[in-house]
């Protein structure tokens, strides 16, 4: 008799909010911005109708923001999105969909990444042992929006947490490149190298090394081009110049013991291949 008694008072909260959902949507849209979510409250406040049923208010909350964020007539929704993703993570913390789903809106129709990881970082603070919302992170930075100091970020909150897929390092790895942070990204992409068993990912280890090491070795011999020209008002005509006039004491080599490729006349230096056709 309980049950049936809250599932009747449940009921008859979901017919009083979907009246004022109705008298909401008759006023016209031009006249109050938003007009169609005013009757939205809190997730604490919702708490109090749903007599401990806060998973299926989430669900319904959560069902019912894709339709209305699909819906491209109602300029002004995305002013809203933080609200009404808020709300489904106050009723369910766990529930990890909206946290995703809300951020690809934020990032792909609403073009606003900070939303989308505003988004996320609610999520993690919810969900700190699940890797896949900080890698999502990650992703959207890197690939979308070419922040690759934001990116690092996250795919280390990804790395630290147990379970992430092997990728995460890799990622990593690719990002601090992306910073110049070429240290750190040899010793990450090293590790890589030295403990991968799978050879494809051997074989992409190898390649970012080779990549990293040209990288380094081309600002040791950009800067001793550049004191070459400071001393003699001209560029090397070869690299082997800047060891005989005692700038550098060698001229380094690629990963294979190669070397690199100079034009004086552009002072251009590149390697014998791509490091992705080795």
Excluded: C
Excluded at 32 to 44: A, T
Excluded at 102 to 109: C, N, Q, S
Excluded at 209 to 214: C, P, T
């Amino acid at each position: 008799m309980r049950k049936i008694t809250i599932v009747l008072i449940l009921l008859v909260s979901l017919a009083l909010l979907a009246g004022l959902k109705l008298k909401a949507d008759a006023v016209g849209r031009y006249q109050v911005p938003g007009s169609s979510i005013i009757y939205i409250p809190s997730g604490k406040a919702l708490k109090y109708v749903t007599f401990g049923y806060n998973t299926l208010m989430a669900d319904l909350v959560y069902l019912w923001a894709i339709q209305y964020f699909s819906d491209q007539t109602i300029w002004e929704r995305f002013d809203y999105l933080d609200h009404i993703f808020s709300i489904v993570a106050e009723l369910d913390p766990q529930y990890l969909d909206p946290y995703e789903i809300g951020a690809l809106i934020a990032i792909y129709d609403a073009k606003n990444l900070d939303l989308a990881l505003k988004i996320i970082d609610r999520g993690i603070e919810n969900n700190p042992t699940q890797w896949i919302l900080p890698l999502q992170a990650g992703h959207f930075a890197q690939m979308l929006a070419e922040n690759y100091e934001v990116a690092q970020k996250y795919y280390k909150k990804t790395m630290e947490i147990e379970g992430a897929p092997d990728i995460a390092q890799r990622l990593y790895a690719n990002a601090t490149f992306r910073i110049s942070d070429y240290k750190t990204a040899w010793q990450n992409w090293l590790e890589i190298y030295e403990t991968a068993t799978d050879e494809r990912v051997i074989k992409i280890a190898s390649n970012h090394l080779y990549r990293i090491k040209a990288a380094m070795d081309f600002e040791t011999l950009q800067a001793a081009i550049e004191l070459y020209k400071n001393r003699y008002g001209r560029p090397p005509e070869e690299l082997q110049k800047l060891v005989s006039e005692g700038i550098i004491t060698a001229v380094p080599k690629d990963l294979d013991g190669e070397d690199y490729i100079y034009a004086p006349e552009t002072e251009v230096i590149t390697t014998r291949i791509s490091p992705w056709k080795r």
